[in-house]
């Protein structure tokens, strides 16, 4: 069965500084990988996907995420946050099946 | 940009109450969804709907919840008889394609904020 697993449930940090946000999957199968970043009381947006081809995928508002398939990681990361990067963001791993599998979510808290 | 609707934001019922929850996914999308969020927990599958049937469903999904498109524009979901633990954030999503390719991903709704006495 497949899973998602973020190790981090908080992760506070200051203004400008860098971040990585932990996710590890479990599949027998070939995964497509994604990043969904969900803002207070709103809905889940998508920040990036990894698909097949380059292991390091860019998405929206300067985040990254690199793919390791020996580590069957897949974290996400950027050079530095802004007060508006404070949100929930969840991993999630799409199968052959026809549904989203999701992460616990990673609380990013933002400090001035 | 196109989006996902959904509507109530926010209901709140008696316990053992029928609630139906609306969405209008974007126009040309062919696969739908729901999912729910219990409060400080990860979102979860409950069911896709794609060719005016159930494609999918988790072991959530029991005999208390039901979908339907009943029109070219509207997927609902309806729970019969509401318990407290159905309490959550419902989230509609849509997709135009189904999601083994992988090359199409979900979109969502902002949530119907369901609340049971």
């Known amino acids: 069965a497949q899973s998602v697993t973020q190790l981090d449930s908080q992760v506070p940090v200051f203004e400008e500084a860098p971040v990585e946000l932990r996710c590890n999957y479990s599949s027998s199968v070939s995964v497509y990988l994604f990043w969904y970043v969900q803002y207070p009381n709103q809905g889940l947006q998508l920040l990036l996907k990894?698909?097949?081809?380059?292991?390091l995928v860019k998405g929206i508002n300067g985040f990254e995420a690199e793919f390791n398939k020996s580590q069957t990681s897949f974290h996400l990361r950027k050079p530095s946050v802004h007060i508006s990067d404070t949100a929930e963001y969840f991993c999630a791993v799409v199968t052959s099946y026809d549904k989203v599998i999701f992460g616990p979510g990673t609380s990013l808290s933002v400090i001035p | 940009e196109p989006e996902v609707t959904q509507t109530p934001s926010h209901q709140v019922t008696q316990m053992g109450q029928e609630v139906i929850l609306r969405c209008v996914p974007i126009s040309n999308h062919l696969y739908f969804y729901w999912y729910r969020q219990i409060l400080g927990q990860k979102v979860e599958f409950l069911v896709s709907?794609?060719?005016?049937?159930?494609s999918e469903k988790s072991e959530i999904f029991d005999d208390q919840f039901s979908v339907e498109r009943p029109d070219g524009s509207n997927f609902t979901l309806k729970i019969r008889s509401t318990k407290l633990e159905d309490s959550a954030m419902y989230f509609c999503?849509?997709?135009?394609w189904g999601l083994g390719t992988g090359a199409n991903v979900l979109t969502f709704g902002a949530g119907s904020r369901l609340t049971v006495l």
């Open positions: 990894y698909l097949s081809g380059s292991t």
């Open positions: 709907f794609y060719n005016n049937e159930i």
């Open positions: 999503a849509s997709s135009e």
